[in-house]
């Protein structure tokens, strides 16, 4: 078998029915009444948390391709943009359907109102035509370029959900600046070439211990 057989055939199903277990625990927690003290909370800040990390995975795949070599694991990245939208859909549904019991006035006086949900509810709206332009047919439609300049929305959306995580957390700060982190990460493996040599070179430059001369010569 080769490794794009591999993928194709056992990790992406294999991968499709794991991401499917957030959703399960969160449903049979439900039936055994589990969710905790506010159900509707747990609801909101699970599928929130599983919507960015995908989306953060999703932006994870072409550093991964470069640093292993694994040029196949791009197979996997669609289905990951799809699942991230799946878990906002989720995650919005709780917030407009057992939050605000689908009162529209409300939701857009809400969205509105509050900055972090005006960022969440942009993310969300942008996830909408990157999920609808996912298929095959689709590509073929809007032709590569077009499609390729279209889904230069994730970095916004990446951005955008970091951001929405941030501003709505009050006190403890470490998780979201940890997603922060992460997503400034992965925006380096996107900057030209040269430019991440600079940063390498000025990164190496304040290794302690390191001498500019000696890495001048490396
Ligand atoms: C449709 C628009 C959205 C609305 C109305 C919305 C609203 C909310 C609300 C009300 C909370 C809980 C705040 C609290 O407990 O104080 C929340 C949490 C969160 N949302 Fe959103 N959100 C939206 C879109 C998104 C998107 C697209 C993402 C990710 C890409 C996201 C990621 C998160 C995360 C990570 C949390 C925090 C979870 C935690 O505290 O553990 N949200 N959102």
């Known amino acids: 078998m080769?490794?794009?057989?591999?993928?194709i055939r056992l990790i992406k199903p294999a991968l499709f029915l794991i991401l499917l277990v957030p959703l399960a625990l969160l449903v049979e927690q439900g039936f055994s009444d589990n969710l905790g003290a506010n159900p509707v909370e747990t609801i909101t800040h699970q599928t929130g948390l599983w919507a960015l990390r995908l989306l953060l995975l999703t932006l994870a795949i072409t550093p991964l391709c470069k640093l292993t070599g694994v040029n196949e694991l791009v197979r996997l990245r669609r289905m990951l943009g799809v699942y991230s939208f799946f878990y906002a859909l989720l995650h919005f549904m709780t917030y407009a359907v057992l939050d605000h019991s689908f009162d529209v006035a409300a939701i857009l006086l809400d969205v509105a109102k509050r900055p972090y949900v005006t960022v969440g509810f942009s993310v969300f709206l942008m996830l909408i035509p990157l999920a609808m332009t996912s298929t095959n047919g689709m590509i073929k439609r809007l032709g590569g370029k077009r499609w390729k300049?279209?889904?230069?929305?994730?970095?916004?959306?990446?951005?955008?959900?970091?951001?929405?995580?941030?501003?709505?957390?009050?006190?403890?700060?470490?998780s979201p600046l940890n997603y922060l982190a992460l997503f400034l990460l992965l925006m380096l493996f996107r900057l030209p070439a040269r430019t991440?040599?600079?940063?390498?070179h000025l990164f190496r430059l304040t290794l302690p211990g390191r001498r500019s001369d000696t890495i001048l010569k490396e």
Not at 2 to 7: F, G, K, M, V
Not at 157 to 169: D, F, K, M, P, R
Not at 196 to 200: G, L, N, R, S, T
Request: charged letters at 20%.
């Open 2 to 7: 080769t490794r794009a057989q591999l993928i």
């Open 149 to 174: 300049r279209l889904h230069k929305l994730v970095y916004l959306c990446g951005l955008g959900g970091v951001i929405h995580y941030l501003w709505l957390v009050k006190a403890d700060t470490f």
């Open 196 to 200: 991440q040599e600079k940063i390498k």
